[in-house]
């Protein structure tokens, strides 16, 4: 729910109207940000970047998260320490939120074959 909280709290700290929010986020109207902002639509990890983005912030401040809400959220402290190292990587970003219950064997596994996929694409 601090997401949500947040949202509104800096939507109004920038003055920014709800209608103005929705064009920069890409929605068509103010009721999905009212709706937002309520906690009753679930936003995605590209829908929160894109928030984070239009209010100037980054997706851990937005959702109310700090370096030690990060630590607590693993169940292993070295995938804690891991996936911070992730979340400061911009392109691997997306994986400390999915790692929480992973082994940090798994974790690597996972980073090495993106990086081969992306080795791919080039």
Do not use: W
């Amino acid at each position: 729910m601090k997401l949500y909280e947040n949202i509104r709290k800096l939507r109004i700290q920038k003055g920014l109207s709800q209608e103005e929010l929705a064009a920069l986020t890409g929605y068509t109207n103010r009721t999905s940000i009212g709706k937002i902002e309520q906690g009753k639509v679930d936003l995605s990890q590209s829908k929160i970047k894109v928030f984070a983005k239009a209010l100037d912030t980054d997706p851990v401040t937005l959702m109310g998260l700090d370096e030690s809400d990060n630590q607590s959220y693993y169940s292993d402290p070295q995938v804690a320490k891991y996936a911070e190292e992730l979340r400061q990587n911009s392109d691997m970003r997306l994986l400390f939120d999915v790692a929480h219950d992973i082994s940090k064997e798994d974790l690597e596994l996972v980073v090495n074959i993106i990086k081969d996929l992306k080795k791919r694409n080039k």
